[in-house]
Structures are given as structure tokens and as C-alpha cells.
């Protein structure tokens, strides 16, 4: 493999994750540096980096930050969000990929951008369960402004420093499994 076809790869991978965190803030990120070619799309979505395109992404991510802030709501919001994240993971490991075979690129969509973003998607809807359950939701918006923190760090990181993104979503993912791993453990030995 070429190097673009790996940085490509690994910015696709990197605002995966990002979406797992926020749906629209990575596809935004993504509209802006197609709209100014900062990286190449694949050409089926070049569209992304279209005026309107972004501005109706920046819209959508005002729209999903500002409702998170509401505790009831982003419970809500995350019951749908789970399968939307692994769609947008998908998508946007799809449009960062340019020039590669069709095969494995929907096999690197889906397994690593769909999958990725459906880890951390799902991780991040667990704690803010959590959240809820023990503090009523008054910490939820402590939670959802780290989120949407970490969106935006993810989604630029990926975009400027893609090796050093991969690094990151694979600490996360590692702490992520860590995580659950153990929680499971804690749960197997109480039986």
C-alpha cells in the first residue's frame, strides 16, 4: 500500500471514533477540509465538501451539541444514536478512502469505521446511563461537554496528525475493552 492509501486509512479510523463520541462534529470537520482540499475525498463523496453540505453539517452539529446538554434528552438521543454512529463511522471511513479496491474498502468501512464508531458510540452511552442512574443527570452535562471535547480534539487530530489519531483510538479502544472486561469479570464472579 501507498502512503496515502494508509494515511487515508487512518484518518478514516481516527474520525470513526470521533463519531463515537459525536455524530456530526467529525462529519463537519470532514465537510470543512474537503471544502478547503486539505485531504482528497473518494469521488463518490466529494459532495461532503460542498457549501451547502457544510453548512448544513455545522447546523446539524450545533443542533446535536446543544440537545446532549439536556439530561433527559441525551439519553434519548443515545438510543438512537448507537446505530447512527456505526452508518456515519461507516460513511466517513468510506469518504476518506480514495483509490482503493471497492472489496476492501467496504470491508475496512465496515469492520474498522462502523465497528469503531459502535464501540466507542455505545461506551459513551453506557456512562451516561450511569451518569443518570447515579446523580439523577445532574453530571450529564459534565459528561456530554467531555464528549463533545473529545469529538472535536479526535475529529482534528485525525485530520492534521493521523498516525498519532490511530494511537489515540487504539488507547481508547484498549481502555474501552479494559473496561467492559473487567465490569464483566466483576459480574461473572458475583454468580
Known sequence: MNPETIFSILIGVGLAASVGFRIFVPLFALSIASHYHLIPLNENWEWVGSSSAMITLGIATIVEIAA????????????????????????????????IDPTLTWALAIIAGGGTATAVKTSTSTTRLASTATTGGLVNP??????????????????????????????????????????????AKKR
Open 68 to 99: 446532549y446538554l439536556i439530561p433527559w434528552l441525551d439519553n434519548l438521543l443515545d438510543t438512537i444514536a448507537i446505530p447512527l454512529a456505526a452508518v456515519a463511522g461507516t460513511a466517513v471511513m468510506l469518504s476518506t478512502m480514495a483509490d
Open 142 to 187: 459534565v459528561v456530554t461537554t467531555l464528549e463533545t471535547g473529545t469529538a472535536i480534539v479526535m475529529s482534528v487530530m485525525s485530520l492534521l496528525f493521523p498516525i498519532l489519531a490511530f494511537i489515540f483510538v487504539l488507547v481508547i479502544l484498549w481502555l474501552i475493552f479494559r473496561f467492559f472486561g473487567l465490569f464483566g469479570k466483576k459480574k
